[in-house]
């Protein structure tokens, strides 16, 4: 083998391995995104909404709801599940990851445990790519509020970078949302999400 063959392999296999990584990375990231999106963007509904009109069933399953279930308590599966096919919700997504907003000791030392440096942005996508976010049923990604209409709105959503392990055992990612008053003051929620790898897939830690 010539020198100059030797160089353009050894190209070929730097940018075949350059590339596999950051598609493996992007598939942990997109993996990661959808658990987050398929389990924090959702309804949370009380039965008060019920009262209010807001939520469309029958009047036996009015009258069941009102009987049941106490304003401090979340709607059951059945429940939920009615409500989640009987309407159309809407949120707004970022297609931006920010960097993580949590900073208490609590979570430092969590992720200082398991290895994650959260100043390391181990991530290199900053957008996010949404033909490849899987959306849930009659719950509707939205651009912005103009394409609300008659949806149900959840709210304003954002994801942050994803923070992995060294070995990519161990994931952390915030998902943050920003709630809206009728004075256009806002209010920020962010809830720190801790997630590990299992036989090759992803869950909630």
Same mark, same amino acid.
């Given at each position: 083998?010539?020198?100059?063959? /030797?160089?353009?392999?050894?190209? &070929?296999?730097?940018?075949?391995?350059?590339? !596999?990584?950051? /598609?493996?990375?992007?598939?942990?990231? =997109?993996?990661?995104?959808?658990?987050?999106?398929?389990?924090?963007?959702?309804?949370?509904?009380?039965?008060?909404?019920?009262?209010?009109?807001?939520?469309?069933?029958?009047?036996?399953? =009015?009258?069941? %709801?009102?009987? *049941?279930?106490?304003?401090?308590?979340?709607?059951?599966?059945?429940?939920?599940?009615?409500?989640?096919?009987?309407? $159309?919700?809407?949120?707004?997504?970022?297609?931006?990851?920010?960097?993580?907003?949590?900073?208490?000791?609590?979570?430092?030392?969590?992720?200082?445990?398991? !290895?994650?440096?959260?100043?390391?942005?181990?991530? $290199?996508?900053?957008?996010?790519?949404?033909?490849? *976010?899987?959306?849930?049923?009659? *719950?509707?990604?939205?651009?912005?509020?103009?394409?609300?209409?008659?949806?149900?709105?959840? !709210?304003?959503?954002? *994801?942050?970078?994803? =923070?992995?392990?060294?070995? $990519?055992?161990? %994931? =952390? %990612?915030? &998902?943050? $949302?920003?709630?809206?008053? /009728?004075?256009?003051?806002?209010?920020?929620?962010?809830?720190?999400?801790?997630?590990?790898?299992?036989? !090759?897939?992803?869950?909630?830690?």
């Amino acid at each position: 083998m010539s020198l100059l063959s /030797k160089k353009t392999f050894f190209a &070929i296999i730097v940018l075949f391995l350059f590339v !596999g990584c950051n /598609k493996n990375v992007n598939n942990d990231e =997109y993996e990661i995104i959808n658990i987050l999106n398929k389990t924090y963007i959702k309804p949370i509904i009380r039965t008060k909404i019920l009262r209010h009109n807001q939520i469309k069933l029958s009047q036996q399953d =009015y009258d069941l %709801a009102e009987g *049941i279930f106490p304003d401090r308590f979340l709607l059951d599966s059945l429940w939920y599940s009615k409500f989640i096919s009987n309407n $159309k919700f809407c949120y707004i997504l970022s297609d931006s990851l920010i960097a993580a907003i949590r900073n208490d000791r609590t979570t430092k030392e969590m992720n200082a445990f398991l !290895g994650i440096d959260m100043k390391v942005q181990t991530s $290199k996508t900053n957008k996010i790519d949404f033909s490849k *976010i899987e959306e849930n049923q009659n *719950i509707i990604r939205v651009q912005d509020s103009t394409q609300i209409g008659e949806k149900i709105f959840l !709210g304003n959503f954002i *994801i942050s970078q994803i =923070y992995f392990d060294n070995k $990519k055992n161990y %994931a =952390y %990612a915030e &998902i943050t $949302k920003i709630h809206y008053n /009728k004075d256009n003051h806002h209010s920020i929620e962010s809830l720190p999400i801790t997630l590990r790898k299992i036989n !090759g897939k992803w869950s909630m830690k």
